[in-house]
């Protein structure tokens, strides 16, 4: 990875199993350990790095994995307080542009990325994820271009009725 990649790493979380999360802490030395989370030795780019959370939110553990820039002093605590925040709010009162940044976090990496060259230039660089559209077959779409319809669509099962904005 080139040191442009950190713009586009830093900052991104996704949630993970427990066993995901518990692999990858015995899997090498953590080169940090702060409370709830850890950061992995290995670097994405010179200063992207894995950090994993194991947080109480609403009265069960989840685990989520990250990557943060360890030269922004607070990077990692500000995405734990990012993914708390996110987590426990209800989804009703999410805002489209919070919607979309679930959608993007909880897509597993196979299935979403960024736009290259096979995009128009005016698109590339900006991130897309697989989108089923049942007869039409699945495509890949700009996460950004989601219709409201879309977006109801890629929601987990358990929040689609709360989020769909087609329902009072």
């Given amino acids: ?21 518990d692999y990858m802490f015995e899997i090498l030395p953590p080169l940090w350990m702060r409370g709830e989370m850890f950061a992995l030795r290995e670097f994405l780019t010179d200063r992207i790095t894995s ?14 994995h990250g990557y943060c820039d360890l030269l922004d002093k607070g990077a990692p605590e500000r995405m734990r307080d990012a993914i708390v925040e996110r987590e426990t709010r209800p989804v009703r009162a999410m805002t489209r542009e919070e919607r979309l940044e679930h959608i993007w976090s909880s897509t597993h990496d196979a299935y979403r990325g960024y736009a290259g060259e096979r995009w128009p230039e005016r698109d590339r660089g900006r991130r897309t994820v697989m989108f089923y559209g049942g007869r039409h077959g699945t495509t890949l779409k700009l996460l950004d271009d989601l219709t409201d319809a879309e977006i109801v669509a890629k929601l987990p099962v358990h929040l689609r009725l709360l989020a769909d904005p087609f329902r009072g």
């Fill in 1 to 21: 990875f080139q040191d442009d990649a950190s713009a586009l790493y830093g900052g991104e979380w996704f949630e993970i199993s427990q066993a995901e999360h």
């Fill in 51 to 64: 950090i994993f959370c194991a947080l109480n939110i609403d009265g069960r553990m989840r685990y989520f």
